[in-house]
């Protein structure tokens, strides 16, 4: 398959996700980002770490943009996802391992919500 294929493909893909869909797939993308700044904390590769960091705080940062304020838990969302990045910011200062265990479990926890939620609602 061409590059041009496989990106024709994957944007087919992600333009008929539902909302929940791609909730997830943004969940799992920052889950798979933090591991990556794992494996780039481990081997001293501070690059990488540096731009894995970063995609998760764009995403952690999409997400909080995009909630709809008329919902209580909205608020609820909003200082989580604020948790997130304060945490993020900490990350990136101190190169701490222990936070990206933490973030990597909550909001894989965060995840696994919304998916049942999703799971229950159709």
């Known amino acids: 398959m061409n590059i041009n294929g496989y990106q024709q493909y994957k944007?087919?893909?992600i333009s008929t996700m539902t909302?929940?869909?791609?909730?997830?797939?943004?969940?799992d993308e920052s889950i798979k980002r933090?591991?990556?700044a794992q494996i780039a904390l481990e081997k001293e590769n501070y690059e990488q770490f540096e731009d894995s960091v970063?995609?998760?705080?764009?995403?952690i940062r999409y997400l909080s943009s995009i909630l709809d304020r008329k919902y209580a838990i909205s608020?609820?969302?909003?200082?989580?996802?604020?948790?997130?990045?304060?945490?993020?910011?900490?990350?990136?200062?101190?190169?701490?391992?222990?936070?990206?265990g933490e973030l990597k479990q909550k909001i894989s926890?965060?995840?696994?919500t919304f998916k049942e939620a999703d799971r229950l609602s159709s």
């Open 54 to 59: 970063t995609r998760t705080e764009k995403i």
């Open 75 to 100: 608020s609820d969302l909003y200082r989580l996802y604020d948790y997130f990045l304060f945490q993020l910011g900490r990350l990136r200062a101190g190169r701490n391992k222990e936070i990206i």
């Open 109 to 112: 926890e965060l995840r696994d």
């Open 34 to 36: 933090l591991a990556l």
């Open 11 to 13: 944007q087919q893909s």
């Open 19 to 27: 909302k929940s869909e791609m909730l997830i797939l943004l969940y």
